[in-house]
């Protein structure tokens, strides 16, 4: 079975909505203009690209990352690898060309058969609504997060709001920058 890894820049309240810059958002941009840009706490965002050996994301992520991320050198790992997008609506058609083989996958019963076949872990980036279902599926099996400190308010969540029983997590990797982030490795014990 394959690793389902889900991988966020997160506020301290659970924000995950437009870290980089999207518009229409009043905090829009907040990774990089509230706290002062320290590289080494990015190194798990490398690490991620060696060793993901494939990448999931909903619609509204794959539509906002597939316009830029295959021109970037930052992210030339995640050219050639394939990709897998969840969505009911998104069609062949509307696929970026030149960034690597992409399937789009209908269902979490999907998701769930992906995770069924060989290969290495698979990376989950941004995709909010494609986390809570995948969480309430229980497939996410490893979180890596980089909370900065920040409280944003408004704003998508990374975590469902579900009624459901807990689930427990094991830290098995943190580490807190001299900015303030903190890297947060959780495994999700079964």
Known sequence: MRTLISTAFI???GVVEAPGGEPGYRNSGWTFKNIEFV???????GREQKEATA???GRVSYEAFSPVWPNMPEFADYKVMPKYV???TL???KLVPGWGDTTILRSIDDVAALKQTDGGPIIVHGSATLNHALSDAGLI???HLLVFPLLLGAGKRLFSAADKDAQ???LVEFEVYRNGIQ????DVLR
């Open 11 to 13: 506020s301290a309240d």
């Open 39 to 45: 590289p080494e706490a990015y190194e798990i965002k």
């Open 55 to 57: 990448m999931l994301l």
């Open 86 to 88: 969840v969505s009911t």
């Open 91 to 93: 069609t062949e058609d």
């Open 141 to 143: 099996d490893r979180y």
């Open 168 to 170: 427990k997590l094991e």
């Open 183 to 186: 890297k947060n490795v959780f």
